[in-house]
Nanobody, 123 residues
Framework: QLQLVESGGGLVQPGGSLRVSCAASGFTLDYYAIGWFRQAPGKEREGVSCIRGTEGRTFYADSVKGRFTISRDNAKNTVYLQMNSLKPEDTAVYYC????????????????WGEGTQVTVSS
């Protein structure tokens, strides 16, 4: 059974860094794309970043380009999202999701989701 578990969220000051993790089980990353999404209170869930399962090509939303980096460790079956230069508007619950093959930043393209981890950027 495909499962995704996020971890690493927390409270960080503006300008700080945080790394969140997405541990996958029940499947291997080689043939799946993993996306990171976030949802702030009162807002829709939005795509942040995605990494393809085959060649590892990465995609980013404009709002995080240059600040966030997605990566994966196939040996640990884990995908990471390194977040630097964090802003208060990055505050949200961060979710990872999986789909076969190609990347997408649209939440409707993903059927398998984790429970999320809270990231709060505040002084």
């Amino acid at each position: 059974q495909l499962q995704l578990v996020e971890s690493g969220g927390g409270l960080v000051q503006p300008g700080g860094s945080l790394r969140v993790s997405c541990a996958a089980s029940g499947f291997t990353l080689d043939y799946y794309a993993i996306g990171w999404f976030r949802q702030a209170p009162g807002k829709e869930r939005e795509g942040v970043s995605c990494i393809r399962g085959t060649e590892g090509r990465t995609f980013y939303a404009d709002s995080v380009k240059g600040r966030f980096t997605i990566s994966r460790d196939n040996a640990k079956n884990t995908v990471y999202l390194q977040m630097n230069s964090l802003k208060p508007e990055d505050t949200a619950v961060y979710y990872c999701a999986a789909r076969r093959y190609g990347c997408s930043l649209s939440r409707t393209d993903f059927a398998s989701w984790g429970e999320g981890t809270q990231v709060t950027v505040s002084s």
